[in-house]
């Protein structure tokens, strides 16, 4: 199974910025996406971007040009959140979807989410 870690969530003002990240760790063989999904308070979980193993990235349309993610690092990837908005509060959560083993599965884990909340 994967693990996954994530910090950076937090209260911010409208406008204001924040980073998120996300650590996998376990038996991992191969990553397919990595990303992350939110949901909001009676509101279905909902894609906010997703980055491919060969670094293509999905947006959703609400956050294009304000949010960038990246992976630096070995199963690891970033949110970069800019021009917040209070529409934008909710739980984020990190996912991580590929090949784990000891068998070579396909395997899809979630993090715990971490709240980001936008507010004057």
């Known amino acids: 199974q994967v693990q996954l870690v994530e910090s950076g969530g937090g209260l911010v003002q409208p406008g204001g910025s924040l980073r998120l990240s996300c650590a996998g760790s376990g038996s991992i063989f191969s990553r397919n996406t990595m990303g992350w999904y939110r949901q909001a308070p009676g509101k279905e979980r909902e894609m906010v971007a997703i980055?491919?193993?060969?670094?293509?990235r999905n947006y959703a349309e609400s956050v294009k040009d304000r949010f960038t993610i990246s992976d630096h690092a070995k199963n690891t990837v970033a949110l970069q959140m800019n021009s917040l908005k209070p529409e934008d509060t909710a739980v984020y959560y990190c996912?991580?979807?590929?090949?784990?083993?000891?068998?070579?599965?396909?395997?899809?884990?979630w993090g715990q989410g971490t709240q980001v909340t936008v507010s004057s």
């Open positions: 996912n991580f979807h590929g090949t784990c083993g000891p068998l070579f599965r396909p395997c899809d884990s």
């Open positions: 980055i491919t193993s060969g670094g293509i």
